[in-house]
């Protein structure tokens, strides 16, 4: 409960960042946005072409569900 909280709140705050850059001004602590996994709401380990976390990368990549991505064995 208290994850999805955070991911509302970072999302609410991204979306006035965004706003206030649009219009532009200069947001007060620009380091205070941040991004997180769309999934699970993880904010480490993120993967911006992706917009999902390094763990769910993987898990989607090992069952197929992410096109041209396969797993590497040598």
Partial sequence: MA???LVNKQRAALET???AK???RK??????VYNRCTLC????GYL???K??????RELACNGEIPGITKSSW
């Fill in 3 to 5: 994850r999805i909280a």
């Fill in 17 to 19: 960042f965004l706003k």
């Fill in 22 to 24: 649009a219009q532009g």
């Fill in 27 to 32: 947001p007060k602590f620009p380091t205070r």
């Fill in 41 to 44: 709401g993880r904010r480490h």
């Fill in 48 to 50: 911006r072409f992706f």
């Fill in 52 to 57: 999902i976390c390094r763990i769910c990368f």
